[in-house]
């Protein structure tokens, strides 16, 4: 059973950074990917559905979605057990909770790695408030 816990949320001005951690524990690995997975950030306003925002597979290929490209940056220490994400040119609509999540994703990558669907596991969620 994997564990997922996110870090690193908080609040900042317009146009601060922010750096999201999560901790990726009890994992049960992929045979196909060699132990890494498909690994995902996404979030969640109120009264708004869970976007998914960036993404990286088992061959470290990365996917952003337009409302971050450029100013997100995704990565995956595999040795740590970690999944980063760099927040910088925040805005207020970035205001959510942010999730992480994982799926062993068997083939090393999955069809559609901005939807939520994809991921079996998931992380408690932490906030980040971006004011104007």
């Known amino acids: 059973q994997g564990q997922l816990m996110e870090s690193g949320g908080g609040s900042v001005q317009d146009g601060g950074s922010l750096r999201l951690s999560c901790t990726i524990s009890g994992y049960t690995h992929s045979r196909y990917t060699g132990g890494r997975n498909c690994m995902a950030w996404f979030r969640q306003a109120p009264g708004k559905e869970r976007e998914g925002i960036a993404t990286i597979d088992a061959e470290a290929t990365t996917t952003y979605a337009d409302s971050v490209k450029g100013r997100f940056t995704i990565s995956q220490d595999n040795d740590k057990g970690t999944l980063d994400l760099q927040m910088n040119n925040l805005k207020a609509e970035d205001t959510a909770m942010y999730y992480c999540?994982?799926?062993?994703?068997?083939?090393?990558?999955?069809?559609?790695?901005?939807?939520?669907?994809?991921?079996?596991?998931w992380g408690q969620g932490t906030q980040v408030t971006v004011s104007s």
């Open positions: 999540a994982a799926d062993p994703c068997s083939m090393g990558w999955v069809p559609s790695p901005l939807d939520f669907k994809e991921y079996r596991y």
